[in-house]
């Protein structure tokens, strides 16, 4: 029988955790020397307090349901896939060679080889740590983080050397061709007959969103397909839940650990679509900015299901928007403070998951008794 | 390339080497006793800031220290708590403790000095100065003209601060309180088999307790080593991987002392060829990138995990939480 009831588990147990690590962010706060009440305000404002904002939160929330769902698939097979950060760069690599290699007519016909490539390079990256893993036992974590750092060495010698655009100072790429940019939110609202003037108009036609959301849902729907819907996916759950039963059951680790670790780099690899293809439409240094590690907290509090991943990277985007707000109307809070509430949100929900879960077993098993 | 640039990278060896064999050391403290530590990085990062604030508002070095080691043993004691009393998953524990240290050290700094997240330059009284053993040449061309041995004498063996000897002696310690105390044999044993030392009657928590909090003293002295010693203050994210690093190092050295030294003078070694592009060019005969070289201690440790050097069997019982009742 069940220690508690499913929502409890699913939603009770994750949301105390998220007020202890929000509870202990505005102690930091109030250590600061600032209102921790007007900060948060000021910081939910800044998230989803005007279509602007909303532009902005849910930018930041498609790149974290890629690199969310990356760290969820790897968590299915009882991995820790800590590489998301150069998995997603690389895949930044990818998505920009296709974009500036080939003079694409419409982003129609882009879109969809910039994902294949982006998921290909994120994949490359993740496969040779995966190989180790399965063949020769190096531990994931670990070889992960290497990964990370000869990933972002890699990619400033790409760019500084090799593919910086002749005669610019900035080390960026050259910007892509026309035919490759994603449609916008600002596109979007033009095709619906609303110009961006005016002034709520003309600021949400500001904002990054772009058609990678639509791209980033339909990955949710298909995490959840695959692990849930397919043969694969329940040999993946079977070998994170018990590697002996699955081994028992005629599963191949190796396979497993293979193929789990691919779909992962490679959902880490499409966040380009968004922040490369859909935003910068150039490569520029340090693309990813610490998503690949956000999602990881984004896992931990979506329970690893898609339906989690999307609220979590929901709430992390709102974080990291709200933050930048947060910092420029209190210039003493900068956003390292979403780095420490991200790194609670890690600490209580993952960590320190059963010091919430085991007074709130309790508790259930107290009433059952009662009732 | 000459002995005075073979011994300058020698010595650069040596100094990079000094925060990786301590954190190396904490982490086979740690892993020895069954709790993984993937916090080594944030707890030397934290350390580092406590003790550069601290010694530049006190100006004096030691009092920085203190205040590093502090700080370290604090996120130690957390991870204790995740691990051991709650049996929460260590690797992940780790990942929060890097990620809090690396947000909070620039947070603070900035609310504390207001010079976008660094503190001041530390200098004179509270920073680490090298120590010249008697007899040993300090200016650069006195050493350029010396005998050979001399030149090894006073580029090499003289000169370090007192935190690079301390880790070179914390090595045989290490070695003498694991393998030959009572103390050392029960840590082993609890990282391959809490149930038999329990059985025995031994305290697996306070044990495994203690095994952390030791972790946290030796990130504590790197750190304060790292902004006190090899640099002048604390910059955002100035442990630049050496956790991970001395993690890797502890795996090629198979959670063993002596080969922990050895790892860690290698990883130091390319840290410093890193730093002299213009010896490893001439050594070559063409241009390495830069970025190469400074890839090329991350490599090697993949390298080194692929098993390439042999196996590495981790002590049994790591990251498991221990549950007596089982």
């Known amino acids: 029988m069940d220690k508690m009831p499913r929502w409890a588990d ?17 102690l930091v706060v109030l250590y600061i020397g600032e209102n921790p009440i007007e900060a948060l305000s000021i910081l939910i404002e800044g998230a989803v307090g005007s279509a602007y904002a909303w532009g902005y939160t849910l930018f930041y929330a498609t790149n974290f349901i890629f690199t969310g769902l990356a760290v969820s698939v790897a968590f299915h097979a009882r991995m820790f896939n800590i590489g998301g950060e150069g998995q ?79 005669g ?40 990054p969103l772009n058609i990678a959301f639509i791209v980033a849902l339909v990955c949710c729907w298909l995490v959840w397909l695959l692990i849930w819907r397919t043969r694969l996916g329940y040999e993946i759950r079977s070998f994170g839940h018990s590697e002996e039963a699955a081994v028992y059951a005629g599963i191949s680790p190796v396979k497993i650990t293979m193929i789990a670790m691919l779909i992962s780099g490679g959902l880490a690899g499409l966040m380009a679509v968004n922040a490369v293809m859909g935003e910068a439409e150039r490569l520029v240094l340090d693309t990813v900015q610490g998503a690949g590690f956000i999602g990881i907290a984004v896992a931990l509090m979506g329970r690893s299901h898609p339906v989690g991943v999307f609220l979590a990277a929901l709430l992390f985007g709102a974080l990291v928007q709200g933050g930048a707000e947060l910092e420029f109307e209190i210039p003493a809070i900068t956003r390292d403070m979403i780095v420490v509430i991200q790194a609670l949100v890690i600490l209580f929900t993952g960590a320190l998951d059963n010091m919430v879960r085991m007074p709130l077993e309790r508790m259930f098993l107290a009433r059952r008794k009662v009732g | 390339m000459d002995l005075l640039t073979i011994l300058q990278i020698l010595d ?46 006190t100006g004096n070095v030691w009092l920085g220290m203190l205040a590093g080691i502090a700080g370290s043993v604090a996120l130690a004691a957390l991870h204790g708590v995740a691990s051991v009393t709650f049996r929460g998953n260590q690797l992940i524990s780790g990942v929060a403790i890097n990620f809090l240290a690396a947000g909070f050290t620039v947070l603070i700094a900035q609310n504390w000095f207001g010079q976008g997240g660094r503190t001041p330059a530390v200098a004179g009284p509270a920073r680490f100065e090298g120590l010249n053993w008697p007899g040993a040449l300090e200016k650069s061309e006195d050493i350029r003209n010396a005998s050979p041995l001399m ?117 130091g070694f390319l840290q410093s060829l890193s730093l002299r592009p213009d010896a490893v060019n001439n050594l070559v005969r063409f241009e390495v990138p830069g970025q190469l070289l400074d890839a090329l201690p991350y490599i090697l440790t993949v390298v080194i995990l692929a098993g390439f050097v042999g196996k590495a069997i981790p002590p049994r019982a790591g990251g498991e939480p221990y549950v007596k009742e089982r």
């Not at chain 2, 954190?23 to 550069?52: H, N, P, Q, T, V």
């Not at chain 2, 030149?151 to 070695?175: F, K, N």
């Not at chain 2, 956790?243 to 860690?264: Q, V």
Request: hydrophobic share 55%; glycine share 10%.
């Open chain 1, 10 to 26: 699913v939603f009770l147990t994750p949301l105390i955790s998220l007020i202890l690590a929000f509870f202990v962010s505005g």
């Open chain 1, 88 to 166: 997603a760069a690389m895949g930044g690599l990818g998505v920009a060679l296709v974009c500036l290699m080939i003079p694409w007519p419409h982003w129609i016909l882009a879109l969809p080889v910039a994902v294949i490539f982006g998921a290909l390079f994120g994949a490359a990256w993740a496969a040779i740590p995966a190989y180790l893993q399965a063949k020769r036992g190096s531990h994931i974590v670990i070889t992960t983080i290497m990964f990370n750092f000869i990933a972002a060495a890699l990619l400033v010698y790409l760019v500084v050397e090799v593919l910086k655009a002749p």
């Open chain 1, 168 to 207: 610019q100072m900035s080390p960026e790429t050259a910007a892509f061709q026309e035919g490759s940019n994603l449609p916008k939110i600002a596109d979007f609202l033009r095709t619906l007959g609303l110009a961006c003037e005016g002034r709520p108009l003309e600021r949400v036609c500001r904002a």
């Open chain 2, 12 to 57: 650069s060896t040596l100094r990079l080497a000094t925060p990786l064999l301590f954190a190396c050391l904490a982490g086979l403290f740690s892993e020895r006793s069954g709790i993984f530590d993937i916090g080594l990085e944030g707890k030397m990062l934290i350390a580092a800031f406590f003790s550069a604030a601290f010694a530049y508002t």
């Open chain 2, 151 to 267: 030149q090894a004498y006073s580029e090499l063996i003289s000169g370090h601060t007192i935190l690079t000897y301390v880790a070179l002696i914390t090595v045989p310690i290490t070695w003498y309180v694991l393998f030959r105390t009572r103390f050392g044999l029960r840590l082993r044993a609890v990282g391959e088999n809490p149930g038999a030392v329990d059985t025995a009657g031994i305290n697996v928590t306070s044990l495994r307790y203690i095994a952390v909090g030791i972790a946290g003293l030796l990130c504590g002295l790197a750190g304060a080593y790292l902004a006190t010693g090899l640099a002048a203050g604390f910059g955002k994210d100035m442990t630049a991987g050496r956790g991970f690093i001395a993690l890797a190092a502890l795996i090629f050295a198979k959670w063993r002392p002596w080969y922990a030294l050895f790892a860690c003078l290698l990883f």
